[in-house]
Every structure is written in C-alpha cells, then in structure tokens.
C-alpha cells in the first residue's frame, strides 16, 4: 500500500484506569495523586509508583472535565470589545495573574470597531464558566445577556446596579488633558474618538470636551471625527481632515486611545507636520510605546494591568464564596506629560 494512503491512527488517550494498573493501584488514588490530594490518604510507596506510571504513559488530567461533572468548570471568560486595542493585553496580564494556575482564562473576542453580541457569549455559557469578566460593557449588553453565576465589570461607569465592578476614573486625566492643552495657549482643538461606542469612550470624550470649554477651549463639532481603533484607519482620517483643521485654526488633537494617537503621529511626519509646534497630540492609555515614540507621547495614563488583576481579585472571591470587602472599586487615571505637547 502507498504510504499516502495509509490512514495515521491516533494514539488511544490515557486514561485514569490505564495509569490505576500500571500502577497495581485504585483509580480513586490515582485521583489523589494527580491532584495533590494524598496527605493522610496516600502512602509514600504508592505516591511514586503512581507518578511513574504518569510520566511512562504521559497521561494529562482532564481538569475541566472533572470539574463539569461537578456541575461548573474551572473556566472563566473574559469578554473584551475591541481586541485591536493593545491596552486589553495589559488587562488580561493582570487577569491571569490574580486567577492562577487553578483557572482557565477564555476569551471572548470581537473584530475591530465591534461590540460584544449577547448570543455569542451566551453559546459559551454552556462551558458552564466559574466566573465572567465583561470589559467596558453596555446596559443593553447586560440586559441581553442575563447570565447568572459569579460576574464583574471592568471599566463600566454607570453600571454600578448589575454587578460588582472595577472601574478607571478616565473623567480625572480627561480633565487635566483639557487644562494642560488650554494653559500651553491652545484655543481651539479636535477630537480623534473610537467607534464602538462604549460607555468608557463616552465618558472620556464629554469629560474632555467640558472642561476644555470652561478653560476656553474650542472644540467644534465638525472638529470630531471617529474611526476604529487602528493606526492606519486613524492616520488616513487625520490626513483627510488636517487640511481643513488647519485652515480653522485646530492647533491640538485629543485622541481617544494612544493607538489613534499613533495614527496622527505617523500621518504628520510624513506629511512633515511638526509636532508639537503645527500641532500638539495626546491619547488616552499610556501605551508603553508611548514613551518611546518619536516624539513621545503625552496620554492619560489608565492603569490596565491594575485594572485586570483587581477585577480577577473580586470575581475570584465571589467564586470561591467569599464576601466583597469593597463591591466596586475605582482606579485612578493621570495624565502623562510628554513631547508630544511640550517642545523638547
């Protein structure tokens, strides 16, 4: 027979009673061993009997099958909008940290510039999670979805009444955005937003545009322009709109997220704009690269991994049955003052 032709088989999977017989032991000690359940339980003589015979067949324990059978599984899912945006790597950084080793994070995901859809997570309720994270999300979102069990929000102002939550304060940076913009002698500006339209872009954009108006600082309407949130789809935006900006006197552009930021960056050095002394730029995250951009960028700093690691702290204690010290927490934001702004 041609060699292209014979079919692979594949390996029998080890099983629990295959590992229990090699090892001239009970199924239920291989259990105890595989767990680390075995003081009090186990012998020393059988205890390496059974790992031996673990490593010789390679045999892996089924952890979530285990714990299905239990009625809930060791998995907990993150749902994220966005993924596009690198702040969300920070944030599941931080997830994974407070969680462990004893939880499987699954991520729930979308394309760039969508939002999360309820049936879609729903299907993946049926994994029958321990605990969901849902980041940034809409009441709408929520009122869809009606899961049960162990939630958190992460950065959902307003939402206070459904879940426990963690939140960013972005409204404080946005604020200190707009009063360092105006005190450098800027007048009027325009506002690069993202177009998911979760609540946290709404809060950062109406907290900036309020007090930039108090200190003085214009931003008109046609002034605010939304793309996804992508560095290309940003710079052609900014690259249709700065000639006109220009011609109106818009001497600095806000963006909702260092990723827009960078956009405008790369646009205005091909295009030779000098910045900051044609335009002043800043973002929201504090992206690391932002530090190091050419020049560097000034952003409201929005601390993601504390933001990731605080939420993973709450639902793990509401997993584990364990009363909430504080049911929502709420993270500080600050603004970041680079050369993007300020002449070196």
């Known amino acids: 027979m041609d060699s292209h032709q014979q079919t692979r088989t594949r390996a029998p999977r080890v099983t629990a009673a295959m590992v229990a017989a090699k090892a001239g032991v009970s199924t239920a000690t291989v259990s105890l061993v595989a767990n680390g359940k075995t003081q009090g339980r186990v012998s020393e003589e059988n205890i390496s009997r059974v790992r031996t015979a673990i490593a010789e067949l390679g045999y892996v324990v089924d952890s979530i099958g285990s714990s299905l059978a239990r009625g809930v599984s060791s998995i907990v899912i993150l749902v994220t909008p966005d993924v596009s945006n690198p702040f969300f790597a920070n944030v599941i950084a931080g997830v994974r940290e407070s969680l462990g080793a004893q939880y499987q994070l699954l991520l729930s995901v979308t394309d760039a510039g969508e939002s999360p859809q309820a049936d879609d997570v729903r299907k993946l309720l049926a994994l029958r999670p321990a605990g969901l994270l849902v980041g940034a999300p809409s009441a709408e979102f929520l009122e869809d979805l009606s899961a049960g069990g162990p939630l958190v929000l992460l950065d959902a102002p307003g939402l206070d009444s459904w879940a426990p939550s963690v939140n960013l304060d972005v409204a404080q940076g946005a604020r200190e955005l707009a009063r360092h913009l105006a005190s450098s002698g800027h007048t009027r500006a325009a506002y690069v937003d993202g177009i998911t339209g979760t609540e946290t872009f709404k809060l950062r954009r109406e907290a900036f545009l309020e007090e930039a108006s108090r200190c003085g600082l214009t931003v008109s309407a046609d002034h605010i322009i939304s793309t996804s949130i992508d560095v290309g789809e940003a710079a052609a935006a900014f690259a249709e709109a700065?000639?006109?900006?220009?011609?109106?006197?818009?001497?600095?552009?806000?963006?909702?997220?260092?990723?827009?930021?960078?956009?405008?960056?790369?646009?205005?050095?091909?295009?030779?704009?000098?910045?900051?002394?044609?335009?002043?730029?800043?973002?929201?995250?504090?992206?690391?690269?932002?530090?190091?951009?050419n020049p560097s960028l000034t952003s409201v700093h929005l601390p993601a991994t504390d933001l990731g690691r605080k939420a993973g702290e709450q639902l793990r204690a509401l997993m584990e049955g364990l009363a909430l010290t504080e049911a929502h927490v709420t993270l500080e934001s600050s603004l970041v003052v680079r050369g993007s702004t300020v002449p070196a």
């Open 242 to 293: 700065w000639p006109s900006w220009q011609r109106e006197g818009v001497t600095a552009v806000v963006c909702g997220t260092d990723t827009h930021a960078y956009g405008v960056l790369q646009e205005a050095r091909v295009e030779g704009i000098r910045i900051p002394e044609e335009v002043a730029v800043a973002g929201f995250d504090d992206l690391p690269y932002s530090a190091t951009s």
